[in-house]
């Protein structure tokens, strides 16, 4: 690693930064990663993006008395029969293509 002086990586590279090298020279030069010399020169010209504000809490899970009681379980009810309508369906559309194939190959 090339001798940084008292000032570490950041006070080099603010003296080599304005000199009109390239990045890559300047990380060369000072064996230092090239993506260093681009958050110096960033910070220099003030283009360091500000940190994302945090995003809002989601919403509280909401409890069965608030998600509408017994129409919240029919919902779900609804939901699970319709599921299994679905899953029945399927079932006898796989038993047909496994009874074609069965005959094609017999």
């Not at 129409?71 to 074609?100: F, P, T, W």
Request: hydrophobic content about 40%; aromatic content about 2%; glycine content about 10%.
């Amino acid at each position: 690693v090339a001798e940084w002086g008292s000032g570490g990586p950041s006070r080099c590279l603010n003296a080599l930064c304005p000199s009109g090298m390239k990045p890559m020279d300047i990380a060369k030069q000072l064996e230092c990663a090239p993506a260093l010399v681009y958050n110096v020169k960033a910070r220099e010209t003030g283009g360091v993006p500000a940190k994302a504000a945090p995003k809002p809490a989601k919403a509280a899970s909401r409890t069965m008395a608030s998600a509408g009681g017994l129409s919240g379980l029919g919902d779900i009810l609804a939901a699970v029969q319709s599921g299994e309508k679905d899953r029945i369906k399927m079932r006898r559309a796989l038993e047909q293509i496994q009874a074609v194939i069965a005959s094609a190959l017999s």
